[in-house]
């Protein structure tokens, strides 16, 4: 449904009075692939470029280089009307549900927009699609929520307005952005829960973005993990979980403290230092002045390719389609065929 190949987002700094003054290179040459009925993670630190790339795929930013093929139709080059179809087939969760609804709109005119927007000129079958997306998201009674205004309703209530208006166009993406870190503890589970029944239920591809790695187990079959605007590791959940490998990857599973994470994890601490400037990316691998396995002359100077993980007792690949962009992992490739000394 959805394949992303070699995006690139670049904003452009501009000095007042000297002009062109470099770029913020927020995405820089990601690749992923993602079919209907398929939920994938996004996971990074703040500044990573994972908001970038969800606003990017919403098409709320135009690509700078590489491509996002949505069914067959290259969305960098919308506009006018078809840019206007491709976002009602593409629904967006925000982050913050009270900041992403009108306060002066009830909820019966929050859900009934997007469906003028599209052309729903009858009213009857506007108020069926309300009354149904609201049960489906359990918002009941509807007859005395529709009047209320958002400030009325609970925060867990309020994100389930957001996923019925983003549901209500019948679309074939979901894109949610950090959709349960604004909500109590007691609310996550549920709203998870819901958004993993509508994905089944509606066949939906989902784009779950987080910083937070202990939810992604509930919610996705793939998961990758980006760091200064580039994927480090994509896999599959189980297999990421299992076998974490990319050092970073490994700094933010511990710092997640699931008690899942069954590998013995080799980085133990969270790696000094902060991301590194998009302006100004390090040579080499961008993670290299933070990583404690960093090889000097080859880290700092080469960036490292996707490379298959192996399994921890064999040589077979672990999962299907793990890989890490590491040199270690070449490293562990090598020792394993006994070309190491
Ligand atoms: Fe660390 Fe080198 Fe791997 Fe980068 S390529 S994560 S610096 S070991």
């Excluded at 894109?175 to 509508?198: F, G, Q, W």
């Excluded at 996705?220 to 599959?236: C, D, K, L, N, R």
């Excluded at 299992?242 to 599973?253: C, I, K, R, S, V």
């Amino acid at each position: 449904m959805l394949k992303v190949d070699d995006l690139h987002v670049w904003y452009e700094l501009k000095r007042f009075g000297l002009g062109h003054a470099g770029y913020v290179r927020a995405v820089d040459g990601v690749s992923f692939e993602l079919n209907a009925g398929e939920a994938m993670a996004c996971v990074g630190e703040s500044g990573c470029g994972k908001s970038s790339l969800m606003k990017t795929i919403l098409r709320l930013n135009k690509p700078t280089k590489g491509t996002i093929d949505f069914k067959g139709i290259n969305v960098g080059e919308l506009d006018g009307l078809d840019l206007r179809d491709y976002r009602s087939k593409v629904g967006f969760i925000q982050q913050d549900p009270f900041g992403a609804l009108a306060p002066f709109m009830t909820i019966q005119q929050i859900l009934e927009e997007p469906l003028i927007i599209n052309g729903f000129t009858n009213a009857a079958e506007r108020q069926s699609k309300i009354e149904t997306i609201m049960e489906e998201v359990k918002l009941t009674p509807v007859e005395e929520i529709l009047p209320k205004f958002p400030h009325m309703l609970s925060g867990g209530q309020q994100q389930r307005v957001v996923i019925a208006r983003a549901m209500i166009l019948e679309p074939d993406l979901l894109v949610a952005d950090e959709p349960v870190s604004m909500l109590d503890a007691s609310v996550r589970v549920e709203i998870l829960k819901l958004l993993r029944n509508l994905q089944e239920k509606h066949n939906l591809a989902v784009i779950y973005i987080t910083h937070d790695l202990s939810t992604v187990r509930y919610f996705s079959e793939y998961i990758f993990v980006m760091y200064a605007g580039q994927i480090v590791e994509f896999a599959p959940i189980k297999s990421l979980l299992e076998n974490p490998t990319h050092p970073y990857t490994q700094a933010l599973l511990e710092a997640s403290g699931d008690p899942d994470a069954k590998n013995a994890l080799e980085y133990k601490e969270i790696p000094p230092g902060e991301p590194p400037s998009l302006v100004n990316p390090p040579s080499g691998c961008r993670f290299h002045p933070r990583c404690k396995f960093a090889i000097k002359g080859k880290c700092d100077v080469d960036m490292p390719k996707p490379m298959p993980v192996v399994d921890g007792s064999n040589m077979a690949i672990t999962g299907n389609k793990h890989v890490a962009a590491c040199w270690l992992v070449e490293e562990e490739w090598k020792e394993r065929a006994g070309l190491t000394n």
